[in-house]
């Protein structure tokens, strides 16, 4: 680890929302839709690119108005409409029995219980479906109800780890449970948002731009690039 101690990472971690709020404006609040438009849209989301998720949710939506006739639907239906997210053929069948699923328990598709629930127990529910990770369900809890946790994706990841505030051996899966401890409550949103926003321009999975990096000064595997 680059920096030592809880508090030292945790100081780096305040430095670095600070660098990114100022390169790219600390994120306004926005509504996401409801709960099960944000978790169908993050299980596309999964393995792809942001541009053919959006669009295979639009169609989605345009070929089902209804989350109910899509959970009526043939699979293959469903799978038709999804193609451009990638991986359907596993996609489709895990978004239809969800849908199945949370119709049967609750008497009609809506999620908007879980806002009434601590974040430990709605993040149980939701990894209960099967094609629901970590990072799916943070998700759907950070921007679906607000809720203070921290998902942590392929960008967070890497970025956190080349800072030093992540350990090599804390898999990707688990990266949640270590990062957002670290990060204030408040801050956990505008976080997760600007990290993803560095690692796409800046700090890329090859040829990060260390160079035109704001957060240089802090990063042990930038200045040794750049050595
Ligand atoms: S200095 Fe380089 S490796 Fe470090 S965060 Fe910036 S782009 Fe990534």
Redesign the pocket.
Known sequence: MARDGQNGRRELLGRVLARLAQAYGRPAPRRWGNAVDVLVATILSQNTSDVNSSAAFANLRRCFPTWDAAADAPVLRIECCIRTAGLARRKAPRIRAILRRIRAERGRIGLEFLQKQRPDEAYRYLTGFDGVGPKTALCVLLFAFRMPVFPVDTHIA??AR??GVLPPDVPDARAHEHLGPQIAPRDRYAMHLLLIA??RR???ARA?????????S??????R??K
Do not use: N, S, V, Y
């Open positions: 890497r970025i080349r800072l560095h690692g800046i700090c890329r990060p731009q260390c160079e035109r990096c704001c957060l240089l802090d990063c042990a595997h930038g200045r690039k750049m």
